[in-house]
């Protein structure tokens, strides 16, 4: 199994630019999540999902967008990127079930608005 | 509103020496979790705790909580270097998903 995979590992965007992070898994979870972690700080929650076609947000959503078609994939849409959105973005995956209440991490996405 | 506190903020310890972090939370909770962040890296569960008086332990490490003070702890006994990183607990708001993080204590073991 990979896990939780995340692409890019590392992205630069100018203000105003758009970009979607991709955020995939294949144990079959159903709950899936994305953080965001400011230097120094802990990690707020972006949005969630509690299985395909089921969405919510989370702690700070403004600004982000989130679709979830398939189990697997749990992509995270930047709108007119800002430099408040500098931030290491993670994204994780829970099964939620028969006492597994685990959330397991991908390796982040570093990203920089200038 | 969900607050999560966490304290110390920073830690710098002796090799072998015990010490404990704390880990308060504001509203009634249904899960409270602990990770372990490296520099520059994701985050690694330690811990879950589903219920009041619940304790894990995992070697050197031992979780747990106390849901009427809405605490839990996380002890450490007779660290090693190995240990150094950053320690989160995080905290699921009762009856949904969404999960609270505390500022986490950046813990330095020195040889």
């Known amino acids: 199994n990979a896990g939780v995979t995340q692409t890019p590992k590392f992205r630069i965007l100018k203000i105003g630019q758009s970009m979607t992070l991709q955020c995939a898994q294949d144990?079959?979870?159903?709950?899936m999540y994305w953080y965001r972690q400011d230097p120094g700080m802990g990690l707020k929650l972006i949005y969630y999902?509690?299985?395909?076609?089921?969405?919510d947000k989370g702690e700070v959503p403004n600004g982000y967008n989130v679709s979830r078609s398939t189990t697997e994939d749990f992509p995270l849409r930047l709108e007119l990127a800002a430099p408040s959105q500098t931030s290491v973005y993670f994204c994780a995956s829970s099964p939620r079930g028969s006492s597994n209440y685990e959330q397991y991490f991908g390796p982040g996405t570093r990203l920089t608005v200038t | 509103e969900l607050k999560v506190e966490q304290n110390p903020l920073f830690l710098s310890m002796q090799e072998g020496k015990n010490y404990t972090i704390y880990c308060n939370y504001s509203t009634t909770s249904d899960r409270l979790y602990w990770y372990r962040q490296d520099p520059g890296k994701s985050l690694e569960s330690l811990f879950v705790l589903l219920s009041n008086g619940a304790v894990k332990q995992e070697g050197r490490l031992m979780a747990s909580l106390d849901t009427k003070a809405r605490l839990s702890t996380l002890h450490i006994t007779a660290a090693v270097h190995d240990l150094s990183a950053t320690y989160f607990c995080a905290v699921e708001k009762a009856g949904g998903f969404k999960t609270i993080f505390g500022a986490g204590t950046r813990l330095f073991v020195k040889a």
């Open positions: 144990m079959n979870h159903n709950y």
């Open positions: 999902s509690v299985g395909a076609g089921i969405t």
